[in-house]
């Protein structure tokens, strides 16, 4: 799976914009990337073509569980390169070379990409022994295991040394540097806050999309924590009240077989659709949340919540679960919140309500791609230029 390239008068803008910003030699290591698709690989594609579109000398580093892709491709840009992982059916990422990479490279600055599986941390260790100024991205989002979401702390615990070394530390979100700052005992003035970005066509551009006011969607890789299973259970009732009423769950994922056996049982299989959008597929995607009424992300965590940010632009409303991540959405006005332990019913009469309410008539601008990889090529040249940190 690929990614639409950058268009020519596209890079051309980037850069005459910032023609100066040449030269740096950023290493990305990221324990996923193209072809697999998620919300870390996505935030990789989208801002290492931008940044490589600027003038940055980038290469990707990153694991190949398969055994099958490629060792190095230049995709739009950008050198990927990519290290053998194991196991090939857990995503530990296991990766020795990772730190072999790295050690024998000449970078002038190292960005690892989360740090909750072994890649985070080899790479981190990696660039600290050979004197490489990095910086890190947490990307902390959440996990189906329950036991392995409840060994996240313990997790970072055992990282701190090295998140405390990075010369800076990246949030998508501002509760992430509270939370951060907190649990690691790290100043609040080594955080950078760097949003997430939108690249779906703006609602105008999109002509005559007709909105249905019976037509919810929930939004997301198909994995458990996600919650689409809630708002499937919260079907019945719904229906009971408003017959026509339908869910679009939009997102592919190991959990699919185990939601289509609850659409069964629940005896909802006509009310409720799970198709997946590709996702360089980003103006249908835009064109089919415009036809939603309401988004419903009933999620365990999530890190920025960028495909809800993405139907509040497009005029949907938004029920979130009081969770992080969610809750700022909530707090800010953007969204209602349900607790994460709300009953079907009480699920049920949210949706409903919310249903009954106008479509957002003003919704708020989103963060672009472009600022997010300006905001990033600003930092790395501090970074590079600056003193190292030694905490």
């Given at each position: 799976m690929t990614t639409a390239p950058l268009l020519p008068?596209?890079?051309?803008?980037?850069?005459?914009?910032?023609?100066?910003?040449?030269?740096?030699?950023?290493?990305?290591v990221s324990f996923r990337y193209l072809p697999f698709m998620g919300g870390v690989e996505l935030h990789v594609d989208q801002v290492a073509r931008r940044l490589a579109a600027r003038g940055v000398d980038i290469t990707?580093?990153?694991?190949?569980p398969t055994g099958t892709l490629p060792t190095e491709e230049h995709l739009d840009g950008v050198h990927v390169r990519r290290v053998r992982a194991w196991p090939a059916n857990r995503d530990y990422y296991f990766a020795p070379r990772i730190y072999t990479e790295i050690a024998r490279g000449h970078w002038d600055l190292v960005h690892v990409q989360a740090y909750h599986t072994f890649v985070g941390p080899l790479a981190m260790l990696a660039a600290r022994r050979a004197g490489l100024p990095y910086v890190l991205t947490f990307h902390a989002g959440g996990h189906s295991s329950r036991l392995r979401h409840r060994l996240r702390p313990l997790q970072l615990s055992l990282v701190r040394p090295l998140l405390a070394r990075a010369d800076r530390l990246i949030a998508l979100d501002q509760f992430?540097?509270?939370?951060?700052?907190?649990?690691?005992?790290?100043?609040?003035?080594?955080?950078?806050?760097?949003?997430?970005?939108?690249?779906?066509?703006?609602?105008?551009?999109?002509?005559?999309?007709?909105r249905d006011d019976s037509l919810i969607a929930s939004l997301g890789r198909l994995e458990r924590y996600k919650g689409h299973h809630k708002v499937v259970a919260a079907m019945p009732r719904i229906l009971e009240r408003?017959?026509?009423?339908?869910?679009?769950?939009?997102?592919?994922?190991?959990?699919?077989?185990?939601?289509?056996?609850?659409?069964?049982?629940?005896?909802?299989?006509?009310?409720?659709?799970?198709?997946?959008?590709?996702?360089?597929?980003?103006?249908?995607?835009a064109r089919e949340l415009s036809r939603v009424k309401l988004v419903v992300s009933l999620s365990e965590f999530e890190t920025q919540p960028i495909a809800a940010l993405e139907a509040l632009a497009l005029g949907c409303r938004l029920v979130v679960a009081d969770t992080?991540?969610?809750?700022?959405?909530?707090?800010?006005?953007?969204?209602?919140?349900?607790?994460?332990?709300?009953?079907?019913?009480?699920?049920?009469?949210?949706?409903?309500?919310?249903?009954?309410?106008?479509?957002?008539?003003?919704?708020?601008?989103?963060?672009?791609?472009?600022?997010?990889?300006d905001a990033l090529l600003d930092l790395y040249e501090s970074v590079a230029a600056g003193p190292r940190s030694d905490t």
């Open positions: 008068e596209e890079s051309n803008q980037i850069n005459s914009a910032r023609s100066g910003a040449s030269g740096l030699r950023v290493l990305m990707v580093l990153t694991t190949d992430e540097i509270e939370h951060y700052s907190q649990r690691l005992g790290v100043p609040r003035e080594r955080f950078a806050l760097i949003s997430n970005g939108s690249d779906l066509p703006r609602p105008a551009s999109l002509g005559l999309v007709a408003l017959p026509e009423a339908r869910l679009w769950i939009a997102g592919s994922g190991p959990y699919e077989p185990e939601l289509r056996k609850l659409v069964a049982a629940l005896g909802v299989s006509e009310a409720v659709e799970i198709r997946a959008i590709p996702v360089e597929e980003r103006e249908q995607m992080p991540g969610l809750s700022a959405l909530a707090a800010k006005g953007f969204a209602r919140a349900v607790p994460l332990d709300s009953p079907p019913e009480e699920v049920a009469a949210i949706v409903l309500d919310e249903l009954a309410r106008p479509s957002i008539a003003d919704p708020p601008k989103l963060p672009t791609w472009d600022e997010c990889a």
